[in-house]
C-alpha cells in the first residue's frame, strides 16, 4: 500500500539545505558560454572529488550530490555524436538541426547545429562552437580549417 505525500516532502522542508539543487534552478540564466582568443567556449563545471561534468555549470554533482564543484571551460571543437533536424513547430521557423556534441574533455552537450555551407551532417563530425549575440550553436568544420 502506498504511503501518503506529507506536506514536508513535496515542498522540500524535510530535506536539509544542501540536498536540494534548487539554487542551480535560477530565473536569470547565467552567461553560457565566453570568447577567450576569438574561439567560443561553453561555461561549465567539474566536480573535484568525483571528477564528473556539467553544462551548464552547476553547483551540486549530479553523479555524487557533492558541492566541490570547479569552473571548467568546455570546447571550442567536438565532434557531432548523434543528431536530428526538425521540420515541424510551433514555436520557431523550420527545418532547423540540433545534435548531441561530444567535446575534447570528455563532456556531451545539446546543441543547436547551424550549417551554412549544406555540408552534409553525419555521426563524427567535426564541429566547432560559434555565437552570434547571446546565442551559442555549433558548425561542421573539416578538420584543416583554423578556429576562428
Known amino acids: 500500500m502506498p504511503s501518503e505525500t506529507t506536506a514536508a516532502q513535496t515542498s522540500g522542508s524535510a530535506y ?3 540536498a536540494l539543487p534548487f539554487r542551480d534552478l535560477q530565473a536569470e540564466r547565467p552567461e553560457q558560454f565566453e570568447i577567450v582568443g576569438g574561439a ?6 567539474r566536480c573535484r572529488s568525483s571528477g564528473s561534468l556539467a553544462f551548464p555549470a552547476r553547483r551540486v554533482c549530479l553523479d555524487t550530490g557533492a558541492t566541490d564543484m570547479e569552473p571548467v571551460l568546455f ?3 567536438g565532434s557531432l555524436y548523434s543528431f536530428s533536424t526538425v521540420h515541424v513547430s510551433s514555436s520557431r521557423p523550420t527545418p532547423y ?3 548531441y556534441v561530444d567535446f575534447d574533455n570528455g563532456v556531451r552537450v545539446l546543441a543547436q547545429v547551424e ?4 555540408a552534409a551532417l553525419g555521426c ?3 564541429v566547432e562552437l560559434r555565437a552570434e549575440g547571446d546565442r551559442w ?3 561542421p568544420v ?5 578556429a576562428q
Open 16 to 18: 536539509g539545505e544542501d
Open 40 to 45: 567560443v567556449l561553453l561555461k561549465g563545471s
Open 75 to 77: 570546447g571550442p571543437r
Open 97 to 99: 538541426s540540433i545534435g
Open 115 to 118: 550549417n551554412p555551407t549544406g
Open 124 to 126: 563524427d563530425t567535426a
Open 137 to 139: 550553436f555549433v558548425v
Open 142 to 146: 573539416d578538420g584543416k580549417e583554423k
